[in-house]
């Protein structure tokens, strides 16, 4: 939707890849709906740089069409499934990541008619890939109740089958195309307990950063409205201004050698007291 923007920040990372040929190593990508993602579009973003896309079904049509809604209420299968079909008969060099959202309501019907459809238009195309995924429940205010999770172990099922059926029609079609790696039960288990799993979300890493429209830094690129994640802002010059003892929190994992805290420092930055918080007493209480 601002794709002057997009195209402001890519021109002037050109410029730094030309002034510091050694030290700049950039990928660009977006995680969209795909509905403007017209072929003029994708060749405009993959030319300034942007190949890698994330773009999301809910389901097949009538599936999607019930969760992922215009302002107006109409369904958006149509439009982002004719974009990605036109994406595929272009030559533009880019990654698409499928993402396929698997809920209780949608499990079956993800896994059978959704997986033919993109097995049968996309499985001889190296660029897209499938990327399945329980949904998981994050609260808010816009689920009526009408959406509920899978089964942990149902929704790991679900996505070894999609894959397994996948990449099984791809290597049928073409050996040169690299299949996608299929989670296992074990994973499932070891997914389970962070503390197994060796995971390091990239939110506890001292060299990373979101940088919001406004300017200000974050470490975790969900928790937007987190006091704590707030962590500094970037100056017109460029350079980071950082509130050290903020930044500290995220990378207490590292300190405290906790797997669990480097998988997620959220959960350990959320019960710490809020940055600027003050206690008050309600007056009718004295
Ligand atoms: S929610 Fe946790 S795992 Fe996800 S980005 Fe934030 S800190 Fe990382």
């Known amino acids: ?21 050694a030290m ?57 499934f004719g974009n990605l079909i036109s994406a595929s008969e272009t030559n533009l060099d880019f990654n698409i990541d499928i993402r396929m959202h698997l809920h209780s309501s949608n499990i079956n019907a993800v896994q059978s008619e959704l997986t033919d459809i993109l097995i049968k238009n996309f499985a001889h195309d190296g660029r897209f890939k499938l990327h399945p995924r329980s949904i998981a429940d994050y609260g808010g205010a816009f689920n009526d109740g009408h959406v509920k999770t899978t089964n942990y172990i149902n929704g790991i099922d679900a996505m070894s089958l999609i894959l397994h059926r996948f990449n099984s029609a791809r290597k049928s079609l073409n050996k040169e195309i690299s299949v996608l790696s299929e989670p296992s039960l074990l994973d499932a288990v070891n997914h389970s307990s962070s503390e197994g799993s060796g995971f390091v979300c990239y939110a506890a890493a001292s060299n990373s950063f979101g940088i919001r429209a406004d300017g200000s830094l974050v470490k975790c690129t969900t928790a937007l409205d987190e006091d704590n994640n707030k962590i500094g802002h970037i100056k017109e010059t460029g350079e980071l201004d950082i509130n050290q003892e903020l930044i500290k929190l995220w990378m207490g994992g590292f300190a405290a050698g906790k797997n669990s805290q480097l998988a997620c420092p959220l959960y350990v930055v959320k019960t ?11 007056i009718s209480a004295i």
Do not use: C
């Open 24 to 80: 700049f190593r950039v990928r660009s990508g977006m995680t969209t709906n795909g509905y403007l993602l017209t072929p003029d579009v994708l060749a405009r973003l993959v030319d300034l740089g942007v190949k890698d896309f994330q773009i999301t079904l809910d389901g097949p049509p009538d599936h999607h069409n019930k969760t992922r809604l215009r302002a107006d209420g109409a369904g958006t299968y149509d439009v982002i």
């Open 1 to 21: 939707m601002a794709l002057e923007v997009v195209e402001e920040i890519e021109l002037f990372r050109k410029k730094m890849l030309e002034k510091f040929p």
């Open 272 to 282: 710490l007291p809020k940055k600027n918080q003050h206690k008050t007493i309600p």
